[in-house]
């Protein structure tokens, strides 16, 4: 694969801020922690170029061309297919299905398959490891695990190289120790997973 230039940090923060999606509030994050900041990629990768630059970047990441990317619905949707197209490789996505995260739709994976996850952002792992889990159930083999931002307070355990084009430390709280939610600031839940408020 050809090496071009990473993008910078600076440029991809700048990125999120001229798109609109670097968010300040009060957030339900889909892990069950509260943030006074979210990131919303969707609204980063509403533009085709971007996106397709974005997942040219994370594809830049790998050491090794993958057969398939598979990205947990629904954030991983958008940039999971765009890093696929520039590594040549299938986009399949994994959805959860009474709780727990499958294959549908017809994708189906082949022991000895190489696999990348692919994320927009990542905070505790948890969507990432239930796709690494995935795609080993099938005996498929996960190589990395990739994403747009790793805003994980603490270094990620998934048992396989977890890379990002820009690492952020964005304060997380429980919600019993929410100064946010001490202070009375509505809380939104802007994410695509189901979680109660």
Not at 129 to 135: G, H, K, T
Request: hydrophobic share 45%.
């Amino acid at each position: 694969m050809t090496r071009q230039a990473r993008l910078h940090p600076e440029a991809l923060k700048n990125l999120f801020i001229e798109s609109g999606a670097w968010l300040q509030g009060h957030f339900l994050l889909s892990s069950g922690l509260h943030s006074d900041q979210y990131l919303q990629c969707a609204l980063l990768l509403a533009d085709p170029p971007q996106a397709e630059m974005l997942g040219a970047a994370l594809s830049r990441l790998c050491d090794q061309r993958p057969d398939v990317v598979l990205s947990p619905a629904l954030g991983g949707l958008i940039i999971g297919h765009e890093a696929a197209r520039a590594l040549k490789a299938k986009a399949y996505f994994s959805e959860r299905e009474n709780g727990v995260m499958t294959l549908r739709r017809g994708f189906s994976l082949n022991p000895g398959q190489k696999v990348i996850i692919v994320e927009d952002v990542i905070t505790t792992g948890k969507s990432s490891q239930e796709a690494i889990d995935l795609a080993q159930s099938f005996g498929a083999e996960v190589t990395a695990a990739l994403s747009i931002i790793n805003r994980s307070a603490a270094p990620l355990n998934l048992g396989i190289a977890v890379k990002s084009l820009m690492k952020i430390n964005i304060p997380t709280f429980a919600p019993e120790n929410c100064p946010l939610c001490r202070e009375a600031k509505p809380l939104v839940k802007p994410g695509s997973r189901k979680i109660p408020c």
